[in-house]
């Protein structure tokens, strides 16, 4: 039996990596039984014929990653991001652009009373390892903005570091969480200015904010931590039934 796992996007054809993606898992499609991918499998159905083999799963977190209860703490900053151009690259690259960083630029436009602290972004390096927890612990607030156009159920790992470190996420309601998470575990926006508008309410309500942003992290830690993700790649490897619900 062979299976493969997926944690990047291989729907959004309109990126260079996406692109690659799908060509990558083209092919093998054939000769793999099961195929696990952080998005909805419906979204493979133009580009795979044999698209019941694959599965959805949720980025795990890890209670010896995932081990910071940022609302238990006292955050200097509002809110974090943090990107990247390539996965633990250090550096941006120049003349690299995409469309994270214009939806950036307009948001800081409508919450300059906001205190933000995002990375790989306006010249600022991306961070990495204990950089990167040391910033993220000292915001209440995290977006969970992906590249390309919102897609169903994906999200990079960022989730997990935001969502599983206790800080209050925001996350377009396109991506359709609902399935897993409520409004009182996580925050959901219809568009910019929805978002400009709930990130200036959140951050001057910390006791509402600090509540939903345990009950997201308690909800988070029951669905994926990381030994009921392992038990579903098992199970569903081994031809038996197992409901991420």
Do not use: C
Not at 130 to 147: E, I, Q, V
Request: charged residues 25%; glycine residues 4%.
């Amino acid at each position: 039996m062979i299976i493969s796992q997926w944690n990047e996007d291989p729907i959004m054809e309109s990126l260079d990596y996406s692109k690659q993606n799908i060509e990558n898992i083209k092919r093998y499609s054939d000769i793999v039984d099961h195929t696990f991918i952080t998005t909805h499998p419906n979204e493979l159905k133009s580009q795979f014929k044999n698209k019941d083999n694959f599965h959805f799963f949720f980025v795990p977190v890890d209670k010896n990653i995932e081990y910071f209860n940022v609302y238990k703490l006292n955050p200097q900053k509002d809110l974090f991001y943090a990107m990247s151009h390539g996965v633990n690259r250090a550096t941006l690259k120049e003349g690299t652009e995409d469309e994270r960083i214009v939806f950036l630029n307009n948001l800081v436009k409508k919450i300059s009373d906001i205190k933000y602290d995002f990375y790989g972004f306006a010249n600022k390096q991306p961070i990495w390892g204990n950089n990167f927890f040391r910033s993220l612990t000292n915001s209440k607030m995290g977006l969970n903005l992906s590249r390309g156009k919102p897609t169903k159920y994906y999200s990079s790992n960022r989730i997990a570091s935001i969502m599983g470190n206790g800080l209050l996420t925001f996350i377009d309601e396109k991506v359709q969480l609902n399935d897993f998470f409520n409004k009182d575990e996580i925050i959901f926006y219809k568009n910019i200015n929805d978002l400009s508008d709930k990130i200036r309410f959140y951050a001057h309500k910390n006791k509402l904010r600090k509540k939903i942003a345990r009950n997201g992290q308690k909800k988070y830690f029951k669905l994926f931590n990381e030994k009921r993700i392992t038990d579903y790649f098992i199970k569903i490897s081994t031809g038996r039934n197992f409901n991420l619900l």
